[in-house]
Structures are given as C-alpha cells and as structure tokens.
C-alpha cells in the first residue's frame, strides 16, 4: 500500500463517526484511480479559475465558534458590516481535509486564543469545507484554487484597506498548510507570515517548492511538525523541513499522551481501527502546541536548533548562541537563512506544553571494559524552587570507559536554580550477579576496579546558565546512590563558602 492510502484509510476511519463511510475497500479504488488525474490537474484548476471556493468569516471574541458574517470580495460594504478594523492584524485560518464536512473542534480553541492574545485582531477563518470534503487525492487537487481565491481576497483587502501585508498572517493546519502556501505565492505582494501546522505529507513530500508550502511563500514561513512517523509507511504530516524555520516538537513524532507506539503494537490484533485515536491526536498535537503558545506567554516552550533528533536526544544542543534557539509557536522569532532551520523541543503531555531542559555530560572513568554493562541510570534534581526526582537518563549508546556521554533531561516543573543531585545506577542486564556485588562494592570507592565519576558538568536550555557538580563525599564506600553538590570552586564565587568540606580528587 502506498503511504498514502494508509493514510487516507486512516482517515476515513477517522471520520467514520462522523459521516456514512461506504466500504473502505470502494473508497480505496476511487481514490486510487482519482490518482490517475495527476496530470490534468492543471486544467482542473483553470476550469475553477473564477468559481467560488472559499468564503471569509470574519469571527467575533463573544462567538468563536460562529459563522455570523462573511466578507465577499468586490463588496466593501461587507468590510465595515463585518466590523473588520484595518490597522489590526488580520489572521487568516485554513482548515485541512475533512469528510465530515464541518469544523473540527479545534477551531473555535484557536480563534479564542487567537483573540485572547491579540484582544483588537481580525480573525478570518476560511471556509473551503465543501472542496476539503472530497476524497483525499481530490481535496488535493483543490488546494491550489483554494489559494489562489484566497491570493485574490488578500489583494482585493490590500487595495480596498490600504492594510499592510506584514500585519498578515496565513495559519494552515494539514492540507491547509498547503492551501495557506499557494495564497502566499499567488498574492501579488509578499504577506507578512503563514504558520503551518504539520503540514499534510501525502502527495506533498518530495515534491517540488512551487507544489507545495515553501520559504518563498511569505516573508517568515514556520512549521510545526507533530506527526511525521515514517514506519508503516504513516506519515501524516510531511517530514522534510519546509519553512524558515522548522520546529519538530518530540522529534516530530510519538507525542506524549497520544500513545502512538501503544496503538501500533495494537493493530495486530486490532486492525487499523486501533489507531484513529493516535493519529489524530499526534497530528492535531500541532494546532494545541499553537494554542499554548498563545495562552501561555509567559511559559514559552524553547527549541534549539540541532542536526539531528538523535543528537538533541543526547543533550547535545542546548545552545542559544547565535540565534540557534527559539521560541516555540507564535513568538518565534523571524530569522531567515539561506536553508531551513530545523529546530527540536520536548513537550509534556498536555498545555501548558513547555518543559525545561537539561544537558548532563558525565565522564565515567575504569579500569574495566564497561562495554558489557547496561545499568539503568536514574538523576534527581534539586533546586531552590522544587525537585525533580528519578528521571530516567537514557543510554542512546553503550557506556565507554574513560569516556564522557552526554544526556538529555527534561523536568516537567520548574523547580529554579540547581543545587544538588543524586545519581543512581542500578545493573538490569543479565551481568552475572558476582559481577554486580563486584560492581556496587566498588562503585565510587576509587576502588581499581569500580567505576568513578567525579564530576558531572549541567548546561540549562532555559537559563543557559553552566554548572559543574562534584561529589558531596568521595571517601563515602560502597553505594550506588551518590550525591553531588556544585563544586567549592563554583560556590565560593556565588555564594557563601559550604560548611561541609568537600574534597576534590583530582583527575
Ligand atoms: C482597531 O485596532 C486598533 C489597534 O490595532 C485599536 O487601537 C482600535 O481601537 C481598533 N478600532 C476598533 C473600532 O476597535
Ligand atoms: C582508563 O584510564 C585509566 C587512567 O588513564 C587507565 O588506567 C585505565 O586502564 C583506562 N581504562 C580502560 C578500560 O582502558
Ligand atoms: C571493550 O569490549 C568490547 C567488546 O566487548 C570491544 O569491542 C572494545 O574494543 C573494548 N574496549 C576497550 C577499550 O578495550
């Protein structure tokens, strides 16, 4: 099965509540052969070229939810009926593909907080549901009439409002995301931003900048990716980065609270049926981390920029050096270079989203091979404002003596300036339990054959502050639970000498 027709298949059982599903296999044959139209899909386009497809509600703070008075392009009346205030900001939002035919509930979420944040804003959200609501491969066919209509009421508002197309800004969730980018490259001068909100992938990814939502569309152009698994060939949202800035919450996939990785382990026995849920909230994730952002100005959630999930998994890009961090949602900053920025972030399982990270790099020093050893290494934190306990430290790699690894961390409080933590390593593969006694007894103790480490050295994404932390008692013997506290060095600068002495061995 081609990817997606996975997808779409999910969809339909996505939708199947909400709408009278024919068989899944009809559907199928349908909309592979509407894949057949691919190459007149030109001439579709003209045959639209002067229908209507799209309509603009103007919405209103007391009514999010409501539909109660459209603006029609050529007719200012409509302008001043709607009560569109032209030195606002005006924000145009694009739904995706639907077969139910109606707003999904996360509409009227948005345009509240949409309101909330920018109190004197017009929100216009646009309506194409009657072409979304189409098979997938046909609905796709429409987007780029649909923008193309809407390229058409941005210049009718620009010329009628004299309103300066950088206080515009285009929000497209899924297929939307598309449909936003077409208007930005059909409009007849550059608008201000499009946001898209994991931008759909089926039929998109690979394709080329023009058929699709690219940098070129607008003047910052930046995307959330929350659903981007590629396994199974289910890859709702498009992977490849696509805008000035790219953010990939989680590494782009298995969002926390959707349990993707439990429904997939499901479809065994429970068929494609079992993930609908999944889907739809991974994808979805992307319109609620938005909300956040909006809601949540004063918690933003960071992301800093990193060549690969792997290494951001292993705490190794927490700088904010040189704009290589930024904010996540709607107070990202506008930053335009040549490529994409691609950017990562962890997020806890519901709003507010934003977690604080940490990177710990620990030199474990031997005179054994540790090579074999697959201990469970568990960190608790704590700090002058809360304690974040037993959070797991995940070995991305095997442990190689005489080596420093580097970790990521993440608490989900903010639990303020670092003071002291506790490290625990406890022995989980089957290393032989005479091993093991070896081990524990000798841990710490500088013992030849235990492993040793002496320092560990904390970076802050938040704070970008940097720590060293030294062992609190380094003649303690025997324990697999250790504490370190900053190191002497460190505090005397800050603060006050610590009464308790600490003696530093020297590595
Ligand atoms: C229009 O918006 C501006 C700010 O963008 C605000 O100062 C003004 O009061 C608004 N006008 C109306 C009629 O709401
Ligand atoms: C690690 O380094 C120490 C001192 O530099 C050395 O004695 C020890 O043999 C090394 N361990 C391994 C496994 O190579
Ligand atoms: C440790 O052992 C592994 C295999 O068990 C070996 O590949 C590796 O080279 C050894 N490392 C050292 C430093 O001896």
Request: hydrophobic fraction near 35%; proline fraction near 4%.
């Amino acid at each position: 099965m081609r990817a997606w027709q996975l997808w779409f298949l999910c969809f339909v059982v996505l939708n199947a509540d909400a709408q009278k599903v024919t068989s899944l296999e009809e559907e199928l044959t349908d909309s592979a052969f509407g894949n057949l139209l691919d190459p007149v899909k030109d001439l579709f386009d003209e045959d639209e070229h002067h229908s209507a497809v799209a309509k603009f509600s103007l919405r209103n703070p007391s009514h999010p939810d409501d539909d109660l008075c459209y603006i029609v392009p050529g007719k200012p009346e409509t302008l001043a009926a709607c009560g569109f205030n032209s030195t606002s900001k005006t924000f145009l939002v694009i739904h995706g593909w639907t077969l139910s035919g109606m707003f999904e509930s996360w509409m009227p979420k948005l345009v509240s907080a949409l309101f909330e944040r920018e109190r004197t804003a017009n929100v216009v959200v646009v309506d194409w549901l009657s072409l979304a609501q189409n098979h997938y491969v046909v609905a796709v066919q429409k987007t780029k009439a649909v923008g193309r209509e809407i390229a058409r009421f941005i210049d009718w508002i620009e010329d009628t409002t004299n309103m300066p197309l950088d206080k515009l800004h285009l929000i497209g969730y899924s297929l939307g995301a598309h449909v936003a980018g077409f208007a930005g490259s059909h409009a007849s001068n550059k608008v201000g931003r499009i946001t898209g909100l994991d931008p759909a992938g089926p039929d998109f990814e690979g394709e080329h900048a023009h058929r699709r939502l690219s940098p070129d569309d607008a003047h910052f152009v930046d995307v959330l990716h929350t659903f981007t698994q590629g396994s199974l060939g289910l890859s709702i949202g498009i992977q490849q980065p696509i805008g000035h800035v790219d953010i990939y919450p989680n590494g782009g996939s298995f969002q926390p609270g959707c349990n993707m990785r439990g429904a997939l382990e499901k479809i065994a026995n429970f068929g494609i049926f079992a993930i609908n849920d999944a889907v739809k909230c991974e994808h979805e994730r992307s319109v609620h981390l938005f909300i956040d952002s909006l809601l949540n100005e004063r918690e933003p959630a960071k992301a800093y920029q990193c060549g690969s999930n792997d290494m951001f998994d292993r705490g190794m890009c927490l700088s904010c050096r040189k704009g290589r961090c930024n904010t996540v949602g709607y107070s990202t900053s506008q930053i335009r270079r040549p490529h994409s920025v691609q950017m990562y972030t962890k997020t806890r399982a519901s709003m507010p989203f934003r977690v604080y990270h940490y990177q710990l790099k620990i030199h474990f020093s031997s005179k054994v091979n540790m090579s074999e050893m697959e201990p469970s290494l568990t960190v608790s934190l704590y700090g002058t404002k809360g304690e974040a306990e037993n959070l797991e430290l995940k070995l991305k790699e095997r442990l190689e003596t005489n080596r420093t690894h580097s970790f990521l961390l993440v608490t989900e409080t903010d639990i303020g300036e670092l003071l002291m933590l506790k490290f625990k390593w406890m022995e989980t593969n089957s290393w032989s339990v005479s091993n093991l006694l070896k081990m524990v007894s000798s841990w710490w103790s500088g013992n030849a054959e235990g492993v040793e480490v002496h320092k560990i050295r904390i970076k802050s994404g938040e704070t970008q502050q940097k720590m060293v932390f030294c062992l609190k008692d380094p003649d303690a013997h025997s324990s697999h639970l250790v504490t370190f506290v900053k190191c002497k060095d460190e505090w005397r600068t800050k603060r006050k000498p610590v009464s308790k002495r600490v003696t530093l061995k020297n590595d």
